[in-house]
């Protein structure tokens, strides 16, 4: 600490002398220089009071290393009785108080300092020295007094709170306390939910059973890994006691509940859900369609026999399908849909090749996202509502040859709001069909421009004819996103890419032929939006063009699998200076 100037140069020696006795850890004779200083005639007539809060100051560090606290605050406040504006003492006070333990005390005295001191800085120390000790005091509070929220706050405002907990938490709360388990067990879900998702162990009969006798007013079941024991007591609730029909939610997946001999007919179900290993015929799913009047979500697993070519589907309130055939052949031939409210549709599994036949969904007219994964598909007629169309894992029967028992062909429709596009390992069974679908290749040509932005592509052909003219069509020329998996692309291709798609700001590329001239083509085009490239499995593709796309503001990423990781050309990019 400076001394002022304008002491006594004996009292400044003093002074010199206590903060050596300070560093030494002789606080007594530190004490006694201080005293002798305050004593001296001239330090009391002619000190201004800022040097003389100084000599405080010395005196009151002494006494807080001494451990004598109180002296130490007798001296802090009168620092602040010399000049009240003068923020050393109500921080000297204010650490004094919080060393007793009076957090309450020592916030006050920073407080005081808050009204009277008025130079910025010194605000500033005071602020933040409020903020640690109003945190401080905040912890105490909570750790002297706690309480058991459950009886200190209202019921609504612990109803809220419990809210935004799952079943699983609500259980394990029920052993905390007799309070905890009286209000837990009259709020949802407890009362009205048994849910045994992401179970670890299986579900016995006296597990069951405890968390059936919870329920006032069923309304959710979410079933999996029953014993054989708790799924006979769950077929009798389900079943004979009729629970089922005052239930808004179903999830199920136990190979011995009898779904495929009982049927049921409910206005309260929103959502059912029977998963594998449950299984049901189709004629159980038209039923439960049909007669649960209020659902909006269903998923399915099915077995259909080979008799079972047809089949129709319908529900005047359904807004999402999933329906995954298992086990054994089913064909889209014989499938009806008559959903006219639904917006999105999963089919899975229709994959007999003999019996694949076209989709007709135009009377679907809220429709806007299908996926087919493993299906034999030949065409598809879809409403102009649809915006995400995926086909992954299916086989494309191409070839217009009409069935004997095929009616006219309708239209093939464009697809002026579809925005993504996705068909992966998706393919005809030959390659002398074309590679795409009919509606592909027509609706590239019908819709100008649309609303494409997203693309995830697998081309097989030959020949990058087909790939090129569809790429060329004005549907992908604000294409933003672009997934592509072949063996055919090479390097002079980019300049499709190039042309094609202009608003292009993410590509990944899989299994091409290409090198990293392919990749310097895109990324130094002049007013390029590309921003991210992934590389996955092209080995002729040198890692030097990660610097490369950096350096223009370009993301490159490799992925490679384990069969390619060893591969590598070498090859490197250089630049033309």
Not at 21 to 35: F, L, V
Not at 422 to 432: C, F, G, K, V
Not at 518 to 543: H, M, Y
Request: hydrophobic content about 40%; overall charge positive.
């Amino acid at each position: 600490m400076a001394i002022a100037v304008a002491l006594p140069k004996h009292i400044s020696d003093l002074l010199v002398e206590c903060r050596k006795a300070i560093k030494e850890k002789k606080y007594a004779e530190a004490i006694k220089s201080i005293n002798t200083a305050l004593k001296s005639p001239a330090t009391k007539t002619n000190t201004e009071p800022r040097h003389l809060i100084s000599v405080y100051d010395y005196r009151h560090a002494a006494y807080v290393r001494q451990g004598d606290r109180d002296l130490a605050l007798q001296d802090a406040k009168s620092m602040i009785r010399l000049d009240r504006t003068d923020v050393r003492g109500y921080l000297r006070c204010s650490a004094v108080a919080r060393f007793k333990g009076n957090m309450t005390a020592a916030l006050q005295y920073l407080e005081h300092g808050l009204k009277n001191c008025a130079e910025p800085g010194d605000l500033d120390t005071l602020r933040s020295e409020t903020r640690v000790v109003r945190d401080q005091l905040s912890a105490e509070l909570v750790l002297s007094r706690p309480r058991d929220p459950v009886t200190t706050l209202p019921f609504e405002v612990v109803e809220m709170i419990m809210s935004y907990l799952d079943y699983r938490q609500h259980v394990r709360m029920l052993r905390v306390s007799k309070s905890w388990k009286r209000m837990l067990s009259v709020l949802p879900p407890l009362i009205d939910t048994v849910s045994f998702e992401g179970a670890k162990s299986n579900i016995t009969a006296k597990m069951l059973l405890v968390a059936l006798r919870r329920l006032v007013t069923p309304k959710t079941f979410k079933i999996s890994g029953l014993t054989s024991g708790a799924s006979d007591i769950l077929q009798h609730r389900l079943w004979r006691d009729k629970l089922i029909e005052s239930l808004h939610v179903l999830q199920i997946s136990d190979q011995n509940n009898p779904f495929r001999i009982f049927s049921f007919g409910s206005v309260r179900m929103r959502r059912i859900a029977i998963d594998s290993p449950t299984r049901c015929s189709v004629e159980i799913v038209d039923q439960i369609l049909r007669r649960c009047t209020a659902l909006e979500y269903a998923r399915f697993t099915i077995c259909v026999d080979a008799s079972q070519l047809q089949c129709k589907l319908s529900s005047s309130t359904l807004l999402e399908l999933d329906l995954n055939c298992r086990t054994k052949r089913a064909g889209l031939l014989g499938l009806t849909i008559d959903l006219p409210q639904v917006r999105t549709l999963y089919l899975r599994g229709f994959d007999d090749a003999p019996w694949g036949g076209d989709l007709d969904l135009r009377h679907c007219q809220y429709l806007t996202a299908l996926s087919l994964y493993h299906c034999a598909v030949r065409d598809l007629f879809l409403p102009s509502t649809i915006t995400h169309l995926r086909m992954e894992s299916c086989e494309l029967q191409t070839s217009r040859n009409l069935w004997p028992f095929a009616g006219p062909q309708p239209e093939l429709p464009a697809l002026d709001n579809l925005e993504t596009l996705d068909m992966l390992d998706s393919a005809p069974r030959t390659n002398i069909e074309m590679p795409f679908l009919p509606l592909i290749s027509q609706a590239s040509a019908k819709t100008k421009p649309g609303k494409l932005t997203s693309l995830g592509l697998t081309y097989k052909d030959d020949s990058a004819h087909y790939l090129e003219a569809l790429m060329l069509s004005e549907w992908f020329a604000g294409l933003k996103a672009l997934h592509i998996d072949s063996q055919n692309i090479v390097d002079r291709h980019s300049q499709l890419f190039v042309t094609a798609c202009p608003e292009l700001e993410r590509i990944h590329i899989r299994g091409a032929q290409i090198t990293g001239v392919f990749i310097v083509d895109l990324v130094a085009v002049p007013k390029s939006k590309l921003r991210a490239v992934t590389v996955e499995d092209c080995p002729k593709v040198s890692r030097d063009i990660i610097q490369f796309g950096e350096q223009r503001g370009v993301h490159v990423k490799f992925i490679a699998s384990a069969e390619n990781s060893s591969r590598s050309s070498g090859r490197r990019v250089r630049e033309v200076q």
